[in-house]
């Protein structure tokens, strides 16, 4: 089985269901991996989403057709993840890595300035690029606990985070399988996972299959995490204030990493912040609640 070809055509499956056709496109750039795979689709001022941990770019897939109608949208593979190249994050200086995928992924493209969606890990990456070049960034939006702004992360990820350990966990219980797939999304994605279609999951099950993904995965959270949670040089929560740029913020009540609750007093040093809470959503909350969050982000993105 090519698990690649598997990959792209479930997503086929997923985006005619949708009703959309983005173009599946690889940019050759200069940062930290050579080539960056993203879809593009939609016309109209420049919008960057960039997904979080181990997923990839077409876990967007439900909220791409009302976006795009406003947005020219880029949706970018992380390194490790999806269809662009695999990144091993072993030693890697993990911030400064961060800002030069992003840098370069726009110089690739010719953008000279976007507005970002960025969720979770992809939170930290726009988050650490727009305080390095606020220059180029119209507004950030931040939907999901962004990764590094709170040190507690849930135990699953820490296990994985653990070197040599969560080789036998991939190897045993948490073997890649659908199953696996859908427990992940209940225990700490989504607030309701019988909402998720079997095609999902199963397009997803492929992307953990997608050769070198693996350890892209597993090498990231060795880099970012202890057992104890998130490393603390690598810590956000208390440089927030050194956003200069519109910053808007989508946390779903029921987010497995932090509550909205302090997640919001966190922001409150931002000095152009604005803060929604979805209900009956969790850490993707567009996964849970489509519609609002779909309509959140357009409102939030011209207010």
Known sequence: MNTTEEFKRTRKILFDKEGIQPQSKIVTTNGPVKNVHYLEIGSGKPLILIHGGGSHSSEWFNIIKPLSTKYHLYVVDRPGCGLTDSFDYTEVDFR??????????????????????????????????????????EKLLLIGAPAGVNLWIPLVLR?????????????????????????????????????????????????????????????????VLTLAGWKKDLYLGDKLHHLKIPVRFIWGDKDAFEKPETGRSKTEVIQDCKFEVVENAGHCPWLDQPEVCASLISKMLED
Not at 120 to 128: K, L, N, R, T
Not at 169 to 185: D, F, G, M, T, Y
């Open 159 to 223: 296990l994985l985070g653990t070197k040599g350990l969560n080789r036998f966990l991939v190897k045993s219980v948490a073997k890649p399988s659908i199953k696996n797939v859908k427990n992940v999304h209940k225990q700490i994605l989504v607030a309701d996972v019988e909402k998720l279609s079997e095609d999902y999951l199963k397009h997803c099950y492929y992307g953990q299959l997608i050769p070198g993904n693996e350890k892209g995965f597993l090498t990231l959270l060795e880099n």
């Open 96 to 137: 400064k890595s961060a800002v030069e995928f992003v840098e370069s992924f726009m110089n690739a493209l010719g953008l000279d300035k976007a507005s970002f969606i960025g969720q979770s890990m992809g939170g930290y990456f726009s988050i650490c690029f727009a305080m390095q070049y606020p220059e180029r960034v």
